[in-house]
């Protein structure tokens, strides 16, 4: 599979998360996001070789498993590459257990230790603060984009916008209802954030095919993420519940069903992070009641 080109010296690896190359110096290449895993490294290490181009960085946007499961197998490749990531993030590709653990609440039993929740570890640090800067060489635009994760940056290149998870394609949204985050309403306020942006012809999503219709792609975004707001509402209307009662009325709403742990705990963080924007915003209570954590609409 080779390399796709957005812009001169600036190219993408499409796969389940997409991998972005901008051409710094000469024949150098950093590298945003690197895949899941093994296989998906090897095929942009192997994408990036045939374009006669050597890595000189990586970029992870942030630090779900899905976009930085690569690292481990490039750094046996190439071991004297830095590794820049937001901050928050840049602790938690280090220390990869963080991620499973924060799911669960606790030690994660193993069926939640796969590498979908668990990447190997490699080792992270501090990328620079939101604005124009320079990594292995290459001069970008970092725009912080938290919500979907703790935080997250999207990369700017002269027209071309790689939007990472703050924006998701169309196929994406409607194969997964229940999109991921950390603090829905940061989510949404990220997103329509990158419709202030002027002068962008392209934006590529972390999932998803790009695009030169920004404003559309941002505003299927948004639909999607209050229509998961407008479930959990709905949920809590039927009658006070437990998050797991509210998540499994949640997922009859949306159509989706849930046949492994690792769903369950996603989309139990998910409905609970809806619920903390829906309390935060008054429409629902919370109150501990039976030995349990029970949500209710708000009198």
């Given amino acids: ?10 190219l993408y690896l499409p ?5 972005v190359v901008v051409v710094a ?3 150098d290449a950093l590298l945003i996001d690197t895949g899941l895993d093994d296989s998906h490294a090897r095929k942009l290490l192997r994408a990036v070789a045939d374009a006669g181009l050597t890595p000189c960085g990586i970029l992870n946007t942030h630090s779900h498993a899905d976009h930085h499961g690569g690292n481990a197998f490039i750094l046996k490749r190439f071991p004297e590459l830095k590794i820049f990531a937001p901050p928050l993030e ?7 257990i963080l991620e499973p653990l924060t799911l669960f609440g606790a ?17 992270a640090r501090l990328a620079p603060e939101p604005g124009l800067c320079r990594i292995g060489g ?12 703790s935080l997250m940056y999207a990369v700017r290149v002269g027209e071309v916008l790689y939007a990472a998870d703050a924006l998701f394609g169309p196929e994406a949204l409607a194969k997964h209802p229940l999109t991921f985050c950390a603090d829905s309403g940061l989510q949404k306020q990220s997103a329509a954030k990158l419709l202030e942006l002027e002068g962008v012809k392209t934006v590529l999503p972390g999932h998803g095919e790009p695009t030169d219709d920004l404003a559309g792609l941002v505003a299927i975004n948004l639909a999607a993420y209050e229509r998961t707001t407008a479930a959990a509402l709905g949920a809590v209307g039927g009658g006070e519940a437990s998050i797991d009662e509210l998540l499994a009325r949640v997922c009859g709403a949306l159509g989706v ?9 996603l989309n139990r963080a998910v409905v609970s992070a809806h619920l903390t924007e829906l309390l935060e915003t008054g429409r629902v209570q919370m109150k501990v009641s039976g030995n349990k954590l029970i949500f209710s609409a708000q009198a």
Wanted: no cysteine.
């Fill in 25 to 27: 110096r000469g024949a």
């Fill in 107 to 123: 030690r994660p039993p193993r069926e939640l230790q796969n590498k979908f929740l668990l990447a190997p570890r490699s080792p």
């Fill in 257 to 265: 069903t849930m046949t492994n742990v690792g769903a369950v705990v």
């Fill in 1 to 10: 599979m080779s390399l796709i080109a957005l812009a001169p010296g600036i």
């Fill in 90 to 96: 840049d602790a938690l590709i280090t220390h990869p």
């Fill in 15 to 19: 796969g389940a998360v997409n991998s």
């Fill in 138 to 149: 290459a001069d970008i635009e970092l725009i912080e984009v938290a919500g979907h994760a």
